[in-house]
Each structure stands twice: as structure tokens, then as C-alpha cells.
């Protein structure tokens, strides 16, 4: 379950692929398919810094948990 894994490596805040992949021990083109995948699926996102590109765990905006329940 190495997308579980990777998902698991971003719980303690944002990181770059190589951190993640440094962490799970997958390989970083591998790391960046599961990225691209949860972005489609909006369970996480990325941001620019320092001309790094972070990934983390996408928040649920207010109205996303207002109509989880509907």
C-alpha cells in the first residue's frame, strides 16, 4: 500500500517529493504519480516556497464538511 504511505508521510506537515520519497523509500517519480492522483482525488495540494514545490494534506473548507452529511 505505498500510496497509503505516502499519505502517512505528509500527517506531520508539508514536504517536498524527495522528503516523501526519502521517508517511504519510494522512489520520487513513483511519489509524484500518487501526488498528481490525490490532487484529482482533493486529498492534498501543493504550494510554492523558497522555489520548492510542498505538498500537504488538503483542509476541508467549511462548506465541504457542512454537506459531507447530506
Same mark, same amino acid.
Given at each position: 500500500? $505505498?500510496?497509503?504511505?505516502?499519505? #502517512?508521510?505528509?500527517?506531520? @506537515?508539508?514536504?517536498?517529493?524527495?522528503?516523501?520519497?526519502?521517508?517511504? @523509500? =519510494?522512489?520520487?517519480? /513513483?511519489?509524484?504519480?500518487?501526488?498528481?492522483?490525490?490532487? #484529482?482525488? @482533493? $486529498?492534498? /495540494? &501543493?504550494?510554492?516556497?523558497? @522555489?520548492?514545490?510542498?505538498?500537504? =494534506?488538503? +483542509? $476541508? &473548507? /467549511? +462548506?465541504? /464538511? +457542512?454537506?459531507?452529511?447530506?
Amino acid at each position: 500500500m $505505498k500510496n497509503v504511505k505516502v499519505l #502517512e508521510a505528509l500527517n506531520d @506537515g508539508p514536504k517536498t517529493i524527495e522528503e516523501i520519497a526519502e521517508k517511504t @523509500g =519510494i522512489k520520487p517519480m /513513483e511519489v509524484r504519480r500518487y501526488l498528481l492522483r490525490f490532487v #484529482e482525488q @482533493g $486529498k492534498v /495540494e &501543493s504550494y510554492q516556497k523558497e @522555489g520548492k514545490l510542498f505538498w500537504k =494534506i488538503k +483542509e $476541508k &473548507s /467549511e +462548506e465541504e /464538511e +457542512e454537506f459531507k452529511y447530506v
